[in-house]
């Protein structure tokens, strides 16, 4: 799964990455945060947890003075990471829902109607997971857990797979700016080879040439999307030990990102040579 990831761009860097026509992420959105988000929603955040908002890229047709709608736009927009469906009776299934799974994307009810209508792309400069040594034990005796991070060799964003949907408060009156939640879920997929010594899955990343037909919401059939989903590619990215301190949500800054000396390392498994690295 992927449940942490580093979303450290600005608007201005997401909206030239990623050719945004519309830049419609100052505007506000109803949040499911009890507290305000730190860091504040825009700003880079090194530890994206679910709940929070994120920068999503979308194409809609916005809605004109006169009720109709205009031709569709590439925008950027800030989403509560967690779908939350439209029959869903509250927001709480968030939770569960941060991520889909590309093998069965199509045939939940979850998540296929927004996959044929409604899908997203993700930046993120890179993700996390925790790999389960094989061979150390915490203090507790469970298998000792190494986070990781890994990210694309060529310095760009990643694209991660995404599906949005919108969730009405019934309890709110029409008008009501936070009668409507905007939620997100990540597609994931089996891992590629490497990362697969990390975590037995990983974010399905699109490539640039992919981006158009992906967010493309005249695509709606099937097929068309089933061609998409497919096993991870671990070619673009690399992955190297952090710091645990990213294991709490309430830490964050580039700081997370630096590598963990060798000499630091207790059992865990290279994932480019196989082999265990201080056990």
């Known amino acids: 799964m992927c449940g942490r990831y580093a979303a450290s761009a600005g608007a201005g860097e997401l909206v030239e990455e990623f050719e ?15 507290s305000a988000q730190e860091p504040p929603v825009g700003a880079p955040d090194y530890n994206m947890a679910p709940t929070k908002q ?8 916005s809605k004109l003075d006169d009720g109709s709608r205009g ?19 509250d927001t709480k299934v968030g939770l569960r829902m941060i991520n889909a799974r590309a093998e069965t994307l199509l045939d939940k009810a979850s998540f296929a109607k927004a996959a044929k209508a409604r899908r997203c792309l993700v930046p993120a400069a890179g993700w996390y997971e925790w790999q389960v040594s094989p061979v150390a034990h915490d203090a507790k005796g469970k298998p000792r857990k190494q986070p ?11 694209a991660f797979a995404g599906i949005y949907e919108f969730w009405r408060d019934r309890t709110l009156p029409e008008g009501d700016p936070d009668a409507w ?26 490539e ?11 695509l709606t059939d099937e097929a068309d ?7 991870g590619d671990s070619s673009p990215f690399e992955a190297y030990p952090i710091s645990s301190a990213v294991s709490a949500t309430r830490n964050n800054g580039p700081g997370l990102l630096t590598p963990l000396p060798s000499d630091q390392l207790v059992g865990v498994l290279d994932p480019v040579t196989g082999e265990i690295i201080g056990g």
Do not use: N
Request: aromatic content about 8%; charged content about 25%; proline content about 6%.
């Open 20 to 34: 945004v026509d519309v830049d419609a992420s100052g505007e506000a959105t109803r949040s499911l945060l009890v």
């Open 54 to 61: 994120a920068p999503v890229v979308l194409t809609r047709a």
């Open 71 to 89: 031709e569709p736009t590439r925008q950027l927009r800030h989403l509560t990471w967690g779908l939350v469906p439209s029959w869903s009776k």
């Open 148 to 158: 990781f991070y890994m990210h694309r060799t060529d310095g760009h964003d990643t």
């Open 181 to 206: 939640v905007v939620s997100f879920s990540i597609i994931t997929t089996s891992a590629g080879e490497g990362l697969d010594r990390i975590h037995d899955r990983q974010p399905l990343s699109l």
């Open 208 to 218: 640039r040439e992919q981006w158009d037909d992906w967010l493309d919401p005249s």
């Open 225 to 231: 999307v089933a061609a998409f989903l497919r096993p």
